[in-house]
């Protein structure tokens, strides 16, 4: 029997805590990108250029994307890594990949695309420059395993990123949980008919390891310097580990 998991904030066995979270993605899928828009208010977009920025994929950079969802993310690396380049849209969610692959296609990008599971990933150790994941990672059940495996397959001199929801500065913190769980469970039932999957969004950001905590984390899975940036008043935070 293994330890009881975070699923918001409940506390769940593992195997439940991956039925429910694919029941939530499953349901919000069809809407993603449009909830994304309105709970940041286009904000989404601007955090991930700059991880783009900062990741310093160039052409020809072999890039992993992991928990890609609806593929912005690995648009924006594509485009960096250009056609000489590989990158790898993957998600543990089929309903959540078809839309990424979909969108992309609508887009005129092609991209590998693999259904694979962050924690046990299906590439050989030293096989990519970049591995990102981008507001994934609080979903994960066993968070050290993906960071693990992020750190096994990425190559010496490359770098693995993590952007996630992060621990807001504490002058803003009352007025943020009040937009969290009033607000943004308020769009999810008038825009995408489920309040309940949003309200669980809203807990898994509280229940996040904060920017030191996972910074260590990082640095246990084998990363040999940890760095983080702080966005939006850490309402969004930046994790690089690098490998040397």
Same mark, same amino acid.
């Given at each position: 029997?293994?330890?009881?998991? !975070?699923?918001?904030?409940?506390?769940?066995?593992?195997?439940?805590?991956? @039925?429910?979270? +694919?029941?939530?993605? !499953?349901?919000?899928?069809? %809407?993603?990108?449009?909830?994304?828009?309105?709970?940041?208010?286009?904000?989404? @977009?601007? /955090?991930? +250029?700059?991880?783009?920025?900062?990741?310093?994929?160039?052409?020809?950079?072999?890039?992993?994307?992991?928990?890609?969802? &609806? *593929? !912005?993310?690995?648009?924006?690396?594509?485009?960096?890594?250009?056609?000489?380049? +590989?990158?790898? #849209? &993957?998600?543990?969610?089929?309903?959540?990949?078809?839309?990424?692959?979909?969108?992309?296609?609508?887009?005129?990008? $092609?991209?590998?695309?693999?259904?694979?599971?962050?924690?046990?990933?299906?590439?050989?150790?030293?096989?990519?420059?970049?591995?990102?994941?981008?507001?994934?990672? +609080?979903?994960?059940?066993?968070?050290?395993?993906?960071?693990?495996?992020?750190?096994?397959?990425?190559?010496?001199? *490359? =770098?693995? #990123?993590?952007?996630?929801? $992060?621990?807001? =500065? =504490?002058? #803003?913190?009352?007025?943020?949980? /009040?937009? $969290?769980?009033?607000?943004?469970?308020?769009?999810? @039932?008038?825009?995408? %008919?489920?309040?309940?999957?949003?309200?669980?969004?809203?807990?898994?950001?509280?229940?996040?390891?904060?920017?030191?905590?996972?910074?260590?984390?990082?640095?246990?899975?084998?990363?040999? %310097?940890?760095?983080?940036?702080?966005?939006?008043?850490?309402?969004?935070?930046?994790?690089?580990?690098?490998?040397?």
């Amino acid at each position: 029997m293994t330890d009881p998991v !975070d699923f918001g904030y409940e506390k769940v066995a593992a195997e439940e805590k991956a @039925r429910r979270v +694919r029941g939530v993605f !499953d349901s919000v899928a069809a %809407r993603y990108d449009l909830m994304n828009d309105l709970m940041s208010g286009g904000m989404h @977009r601007l /955090w991930k +250029r700059y991880a783009v920025g900062v990741s310093g994929v160039r052409p020809g950079a072999r890039v992993l994307d992991l928990a890609g969802g &609806t *593929g !912005d993310l690995a648009r924006l690396l594509a485009r960096a890594a250009g056609p000489t380049g +590989r990158v790898l #849209l &993957t998600d543990i969610n089929r309903a959540m990949l078809a839309e990424g692959r979909d969108k992309l296609l609508d887009a005129g990008v $092609s991209l590998e695309v693999v259904q694979c599971d962050a924690e046990a990933l299906p590439f050989p150790d030293r096989s990519f420059d970049a591995v990102t994941i981008g507001f994934g990672l +609080r979903n994960v059940t066993r968070k050290e395993c993906a960071l693990a495996e992020m750190r096994r397959v990425t190559v010496p001199g *490359g =770098a693995a #990123l993590v952007l996630e929801f $992060s621990q807001v =500065a =504490a002058p #803003l913190k009352g007025a943020y949980d /009040w937009y $969290s769980f009033n607000v943004l469970p308020a769009i999810g @039932r008038l825009v995408a %008919r489920d309040e309940a999957s949003y309200r669980y969004l809203a807990e898994s950001i509280r229940m996040h390891p904060d920017q030191e905590t996972l910074k260590r984390m990082m640095e246990g899975a084998g990363f040999d %310097r940890v760095d983080y940036h702080n966005l939006s008043a850490g309402v969004v935070a930046l994790h690089v580990g690098r490998v040397f």
